[in-house]
């Protein structure tokens, strides 16, 4: 699965979305830590400002995505903000296996919407979508792991021709029990080999999951948010527009990982135009495993009306368990003729758990 | 009383019978074995012993039964399935096995949809090749 990026995406979406940020909040977090730069989990919820701790994740990328966020602020029933996320070719259709993988693309092309209410009743709407191009953590399509599926399924049909020949002439057997017989003779006869399915399954899914930490990935998004004063679709103004492109690719066989990532944004300011525009950029390498790595990273932001900064930054990151990370980095800071500055932190970052 | 097997009749002399199979509408990883037993030995057919496929490539999972039609009578066709779950989300699947003839479709498994319940599961589609008339 994704591990990386949903690691890093679900930083982001912890410290909020830069579009909506005023300066100073970009200053602070720069100094806080690192800018995370992964596509978001959901490009509509990020540019209005959700944040992942009102996000329910789809378990899979068949299901829509519900969030629902300060849903009893004020009023009981209508939630203060809503947003959801569906992938529209696998809800519209059914593919099989090769399809799937021949056009993994299209079928992985999310879209979302989202709406929320401030404080002063103004009502923002916005849309995303993100599609990932290339996404070698996935196991349905993952080769290691179908080579794998396919040795055991070879055996498994063997055994069920064998024990099919031994029942088929039983006098208990009938259509009806028949595929439970096989399937107990199935298990039966492998297990006697030392091969317990369902254990070796289970397994080879982790290994593989441990092994493709650092696989390619080139994910891209993008979402543009909508304003109104009022709750008037009238009144609706365009307010942002986001981007962002992610790339990772495996370094030092399956010790270490690039990561490139790419955001730009543009918001509309109090003067009512578009002009504050923003486009950061940040690369790492991880060298290690999936549950602990070493990271080398150089960060840029620039932003309209605050002098450019650049991070360079060298730290660890740890996974204490199944979809919790703790990280710790120091570093150095340099915006504009500013003096440089030592920076360092540590942060508990929280991910979608992964299925063992 | 042993297991009596569906029963798919066939023409002798309408051409050759082929076997299409087909996992469709499941992102589950399925994979089969197909089989062909001798009617009096209970011997397997020559190249049809191991003949084994999945749903991975977008190879056509086609073949053709012995020819002419008439060998195969009294013959047990014999596919034996695994479906396998790849990320652990579980996951529906259904298995299409089709029986045709000079393009008619002499027996289509039925259309059952299945929900994998556990990491894996073993389907049988097994069938007696009667000449029509006998």
């Known amino acids: 699965m994704r591990i990386t990026i949903r690691v890093v995406a679900s930083a982001l979406l912890l410290l909020g979305t830069a579009a909506t940020l005023p300066a100073q909040d970009i200053e602070d977090r720069v100094e806080a830590g690192r800018i995370d730069l992964a596509v978001p989990d959901n490009p509509a919820f990020n540019i209005i400002g959700g944040s992942s701790s009102e996000i329910l994740r789809p378990s899979s990328l068949r299901e829509v995505s519900v969030l629902l966020g300060d849903m009893l602020s004020s009023n009981p029933v209508i939630p203060k903000a809503t947003a959801f996320e569906i992938s529209p070719m696998l809800l519209a259709s059914n593919p099989t296996l090769d399809t799937y993988a021949a056009q993994r693309w299209l079928y992985s092309t999310r879209v979302s919407f989202a709406t929320s209410t401030e404080n002063n009743g103004a009502r923002q709407l916005s849309f995303g979508i993100r599609i990932s191009l290339i996404d070698e953590t996935d196991l349905r399509t993952n080769d290691q792991l179908l080579d794998a599926y396919r040795d055991l399924a070879d055996l498994s049909n063997t055994a069920q021709s064998k024990c099919f020949d031994e029942i088929r002439n039983r006098e208990d057997v009938n259509a009806d029990n028949m595929p439970q017989l096989i399937d107990s003779c199935v298990r039966k006869k492998l297990e006697i080999q030392g091969i317990l399915v369902d254990s070796i399954i289970r397994a080879e899914r982790t290994r593989i999951r441990g092994t493709s930490w650092n696989s390619a990935i080139l994910e891209i998004g993008a979402a543009g948010a909508a304003r109104s004063s009022d709750s008037l679709v009238a009144n609706l103004m365009s307010s942002a527009y986001s981007f962002w492109a992610t790339w990772a690719q495996p370094v030092f066989g399956p010790h270490g990982q690039l990561l490139l990532g790419l955001r730009g944004a543009s918001v509309r300011g109090a003067d009512n135009t578009f002009g504050e525009d923003e486009a950061a950029a940040a690369l790492r390498c991880y060298v290690g495993s999936n549950d602990f790595k070493g990271f080398l990273e150089f960060d840029f932001l620039a932003r309209s009306g605050m002098t450019p900064m650049s991070t360079g930054a060298l730290g660890i990151e740890l996974n204490l368990s199944n979809g919790i990370w703790i990280d710790g980095s120091a570093g150095l800071e340099k915006a504009g003729s500013d003096a440089t500055r030592i920076t360092g932190g540590v942060n508990l970052r929280l991910a979608t758990p992964e299925i063992e | ?134």
């Open chain 2, 1 to 134: 009383m042993p297991i009596t097997l569906p029963i798919v009749k066939f023409h002798p002399d309408k051409g050759t019978l082929w076997v299409d199979i087909a996992y469709p509408e499941t992102l589950l990883f399925c994979r089969y074995l197909l089989q062909l037993r001798d009617a009096d030995t209970n011997e397997f057919i020559e190249g049809y012993d191991n003949i084994r496929g999945d749903n991975e490539n977008s190879a056509d999972d086609t073949y053709a039964l012995p020819t002419p039609a008439y060998v195969n009578d009294g013959c047990v066709l014999m596919i034996f399935h695994t479906i396998m779950d790849q990320n652990g989300d579980g996951g529906s699947y259904r298995i299409s096995v089709t029986i045709r003839q000079g393009g008619t479709v002499l027996w289509k498994s039925p259309d059952t949809k299945y929900d994998i319940s556990g990491e894996l599961e073993m389907k049988q589609t097994i069938l007696k090749l009667e000449v029509e008339g006998d």
